[in-house]
């Protein structure tokens, strides 16, 4: 079984600021896909990104930034000069791709961004 | 427009009335979920389905069933509902099996058993 761990509940920053957003997982298996979805208020999931266990490279797009490190099974999320429009609710997610490995994916709790203007 | 579609999308019912929340998806996606997203708890895999005819449960299947007679529809029965079943679910479906491809979830369905 995989878990997710989300240890940041709620954060709030002022626009500009830069903030980080922690992911730390759990799994035997060996290659996995990890992902970042944004729920804002209106309640709908959006994907945002997917790393596979095999790429360890950081990612940039745009404001967003991911810093995938296997050595310590965390895979964490930030977004710089943040603006109003980042609020909403963040989930981290894994889905182990192992053969025989169940397809399920599994989701952290939530980190509740809210950006005051 | 590609898109899963769930419905009801807002449902206030009674105990023990059998209720069916359907989810269908336009992009031929072999694979299809359900969630339940409580507070502080993230979202809960339900069942999953590989293909049709194929269904698996999740890590919370208890209370609920499902069916994958055709490929583009993945219902979730909830025979009789109780109020600890209220909660928001989500449907998800991912082109294959390999989930490589990011999964697309429809809108949500907010249940609220009393």
């Known amino acids: 079984a995989q878990k997710v761990t989300q240890a940041q509940t709620e954060i709030s920053v002022v626009e500009k600021e830069d903030v980080t957003l922690d992911c730390v997982y759990e799994?035997?298996?060996?290659?996995?896909?990890l992902f970042w979805y944004k729920q804002p208020p209106s309640g709908e999931l959006v994907f945002l990104i997917r790393?596979?266990?095999?790429?360890?490279q950081n990612e940039i797009s745009g404001r967003y930034s991911w810093n995938f490190q296997k050595s310590t099974s965390s895979f964490n999320f930030t977004i710089t000069a943040s603006q109003v429009v980042d609020s909403a609710v963040y989930f981290c997610a894994l889905i182990p791709i192992s053969s025989g490995s169940a397809r399920q994916l599994t989701f952290g709790s939530g980190t509740q961004l809210t950006v005051l203007p | 427009e590609a898109q899963v579609t769930q419905n009801p999308r807002y449902l206030i019912t009674v105990t023990g009335k059998k209720l069916t929340v359907t989810c269908s998806q336009n992009?031929?996606?072999?694979?299809m979920s359900w969630y339940r997203q409580d507070p502080g708890l993230g979202l809960r895999q339900i069942y999953y389905s590989m293909n049709v005819e194929v269904t698996d449960k999740g890590d919370v299947p208890e209370g609920y069933k499902v069916s994958r007679k055709e490929k583009r529809n993945f219902p979730l029965i909830l025979e009789s509902p109780s109020p600890n079943q209220t909660s928001l679910y989500f449907c998800?479906?991912?082109?294959?099996?390999?989930?490589?491809?990011?999964?697309?979830f429809g809108d949500g369905t907010r249940l609220s058993i009393l």
């Open positions: 992009m031929n996606h072999e694979y």
């Open positions: 799994t035997r298996d060996t290659t996995y896909y």
């Open positions: 790393r596979n266990s095999f790429d360890e």
């Open positions: 998800a479906s991912s082109l294959t099996r390999d989930s490589n491809q990011p999964q697309h």
